[in-house]
Structure formats: C-alpha cells, structure tokens
C-alpha cells in the first residue's frame, strides 16, 4: 500500500496520474467505484481523510479517463488512496 506524500509534496498530487490496483465499489454520493486497470487524472492537492462510515482511512479526488470501466463520460469522485498506484507517465 502507498504511504501518503509528505505534507511539503502534496502539491504534486495534482494531475498526476494513478491507476487501480483492485476493484472498489462507491460508498456513495460522490465516491467513484474503480475497476482494475482504471486510470485517473488527480484533481486535489490533499489526500483527504475519511469519515467515520468510511471504509478506507484517506481518499483523493480525480476523473477517470481510461481502463475497464471508463464509459467515455466525465466520471468524478472520491476513491480510496490506498488502493492506487502513481504513474510517472
């Protein structure tokens, strides 16, 4: 699993690229569910903190525009940070 950035490189998070490395299933409203293989496009500076109903500890924001369940509409939400991995591509 990821560890977080350090609070000095959270600004990198922005536009960077993650890609799923395990299916995930939306909690709710504005949650994103993810498919394996899926690629992101990070829009926060922050990883953000999950709430007390929350299944995963920290979350990131970002737009889905490839991999298995990309329906070429512009899909938005929170996704556990955890279940990512960053691409330098």
């Keep these: 699993q990821a560890a977080p950035p350090p609070a000095s490189a959270q600004q990198e998070l922005l536009h960077r690229i993650a890609i799923a490395v395990t299916n995930y299933e ?43 369940s990309h329906s070429g509409n512009k899909d938005l939400g929170w996704f556990p940070f955890d279940l990512v991995n960053f691409c330098d591509c």
């Design 26 to 68: 939306a909690e709710d409203m504005g949650y994103m569910s993810l498919r394996s293989g899926d690629r992101m496009c990070i829009l926060c500076t922050e990883v953000a903190s999950g709430g007390c109903t929350d299944r995963f500890e920290k979350y990131i924001y970002g737009q889905r525009f490839a991999g298995p």
